[in-house]
């Protein structure tokens, strides 16, 4: 399990090293390179590693874990689940959701800039290869992301192995950099770092910019905690990851202090010049790796925000039988590809890219530290004073890292947040429009215990077979239901009305799932509960129900699903302009019988117009 999570939770982190001191010392705002400075910058790199990765992640954040899963999502319904609905619930719900958001912008960085950081190695080996490295870039990132539709699960078996030796690799150079000057390991002592932002403030400031890119990635430690376990992220950070990279920074430190023309690109000029092809393929599997994880959280993070409500359903296909979460969204992956090609060609190097890369990181660790806070303050029932002391020492951090990104938002910087902002604005609309959408069909809806008391008045005739009607509300009588027997003229034998609630809990076990009450007149009102994280399939569940006492044939099945079409008009309670954003994403949302899985065959379809 440790070589397993180092493999996919430890990747984007662990190809820091590719470009952190690069950009510290070649940047916007480059270090001059002394002794002095050299110190100071490897010392903030090795206490941000200790303070936000070790302390606030590794140690404290992965407790705060939803029934075993991690990740701003599930930290969220954590903090919901101890707070009065209100305007602190509705605050943390949209702090959460815009994280989630900022999680896209830094999804189409992470593969540009790792990759691209690998491939610049070719320069460094042989300048005349320069011209290529943003077509073969590119070619990989394609390659890449068109592998997305057969699946991880036949390649990520090798991920862990492929991962350890790059970490064991890293350690070696480091160490093999280290022997230039022995005594660099004296920037551990955290005097060095105080003595360079004391004698620099402005520049040590600017400098943080950089030295975040150092642990740019630690918060997926957190995200990806679900598929492994606390125990086996916590020893593959401490035992193998933290020893390896800080190995390899102080490596480039000791190459720069000995060798200050090395500067340009210390990580490649550490590797001896026979190996340094060899290097450039490994470093380009290795960011592979990396950019995968991030693709991969994206789907997740995509499943996760259509099952809690905040996004219309999408074309969702499951690319292993035997593996659980293992999912493929093309639409996602369409946009993902066509932002990182654009990236790519429009920043033309990883130096640029890094002006972009690190604010959406560092505003998310912001959230995460302010979600987390209402966690140790209310569920874990922190005193005020240590709760205070939580939220002050890493608050303060991440607003130093922030603030220091902050300078960089019109060199590139403007990117991730734009992109967090459009996701955010359709997020926040899509849940909107839908609780707006659901009030307007519950004032319309009849209640289902008069409707069945009509029944015994003047039966319509029966017909053979069952009649399953999805519903927002069990007491209410469905749209499709009333359409069809206004229609057809007749009602099934049996009919199921159907609905599907999600719970703030990743994952809720297939025996506590189903809910079923029996009415009169041969109705059934069945409710099926799912985590955020879990997989829907109706007809696993409606199969289920004879364990219940209801059988159902599937071949004698019919599923009735209507299909509303919306008409905007004045007062509808959103703004114009989100009114018809979400009238444009209800048109294009998915299909619910491919959603929950249902046969098309088996579905039948009724429309009806809504005014919003």
């Known amino acids: 399990m440790v070589v397993a999570a180092i493999g996919v939770v430890y990747g984007d982190i662990g190809t820091s090293p590719l470009y952190t001191l690069k950009e510290v010392f070649n940047g916007h705002h480059a270090v ?12 903030l790199v090795f206490w941000a590693l200790v303070l936000v990765v070790s302390v606030k992640y590794v140690i404290f954040i992965t407790r705060a874990d939803n029934r075993g899963e991690g990740g701003i999502m599930a930290l969220m319904s954590l903090a919901l689940r101890v707070v009065e609905p209100g305007r602190k619930a509705t605050l943390l719900s949209l702090l959460g959701v815009f994280g989630a958001a900022l999680f896209y912008g830094d999804g189409m960085i992470t593969p540009a800039i790792s990759v691209l950081s690998a491939v610049e190695g070719l320069e460094v080996a042989t300048p005349a290869l320069r011209p290529f490295v943003i077509p073969i870039a590119l070619v990989v990132l394609v390659g890449l992301f068109m592998m997305q539709r057969r699946g991880t699960a036949s390649v990520g078996a090798i991920f862990g192995p492929v991962m350890l030796c790059w970490f064991a690799i890293l350690a070696a150079l480091g160490i093999n950099g280290i022997r230039l000057h022995p005594e660099i390991l004296g920037a551990l002592n955290p005097a060095w770092a105080a003595a360079f932002l004391w004698h620099n403030p402005l520049l040590g400031w600017l400098a943080l910019g950089a030295v975040v890119l150092a642990i740019t990635g630690g918060e997926a430690l957190y995200a990806d905690m679900g598929h492994f376990g606390r125990k086996p992220i916590k020893l593959g950070w401490f035992l193998v990851v933290f020893p390896a990279l800080y190995l390899n920074y102080l490596g480039q430190g000791a190459l720069i202090l000995d060798h200050p023309e090395n500067v340009g690109n210390p990580f490649y000029m550490l590797v001896p010049e026979p190996l340094l092809y060899p290097m450039v393929g490994m470093a380009t599997l290795a960011t592979i790796i990396a950019s995968q994880a991030v693709i991969s959280g994206a789907f997740s993070l995509t499943q996760q925000a259509i099952q809690l409500g905040y996004a219309p359903r ?15 969204v093309p639409g996602i992956n369409g ?7 654009a990236l790519v060609v429009g920043f033309q190097s990883s130096s640029a890219l890094a002006s972009a890369y690190g604010i959406a990181v560092t505003l998310t660790m ?14 874990w029932e922190w005193g005020m004073l240590p709760a205070l002391a939580f939220i002050l020492v890493f608050l303060i951090t991440d607003m130093a890292f922030f603030s220091a990104n902050l300078t960089k938002v019109l060199a590139g910087g403007w990117f991730p947040l734009l992109i967090g902002a459009v996701i955010f604005t359709l997020l926040t609309t899509w849940k909107r429009g839908r609780s707006l959408l659901n009030e307007r069909i519950r004032s319309d809806t009849m209640p289902l215990e008069l409707f069945i008391h009509s029944l015994f008045n003047d039966p319509p005739p029966r017909v053979a077979g069952t009649a399953v009607f999805m519903t927002t509300w069990l007491d209410g009588v469905p749209r499709a239901l009333l359409h069809n027997l ?36 041969g109705f059934h009102q069945l409710s099926v509960h799912y985590g ?81």
């Open 335 to 341: 946009m993902l590809l066509g932002a990182v090609v």
């Open 32 to 43: 001059p390179v002394t002794p002095a400075n050299v110190y100071g910058i490897l010392s």
């Open 532 to 612: 955020f994280k879990d997989e829907p399939n109706i007809p696993v569940e409606l199969a289920r129900c004879r364990e219940l006492g209801l059988s159902i044939n599937m071949m004698e099945t019919s599923f009735f699903l209507g299909r509303e079409a919306l008409v905007s008009r004045m007062g509808s309670g959103m703004a114009r302009w989100r009114e018809k954003l979400f009238i444009v994403m209800f048109r294009n949302a998915g299909s619910a019988a491919d959603y929950f899985r249902i046969p098309p065959n088996r579905v039948i379809e009724l429309g009806t117009q809504i005014e919003l």
């Open 486 to 521: 206004l229609h057809n003229k007749v009602l099934h034998q049996q009919v199921l009305l159907l609905k599907v609630e999600t719970a703030d809990i990743p994952y809720v076990p297939p025996q506590e799932r189903l809910r079923l009450t029996p009415l009169d007149f």
């Open 366 to 379: 912001m959230i995460d530290t302010v979600l987390a806070f209402v966690v140790v303050r209310r569920l």
């Open 314 to 328: 999408m074309r969702t296909l499951h690319t292993s039988e035997r593996e659980i979460g293992q999912i493929y």
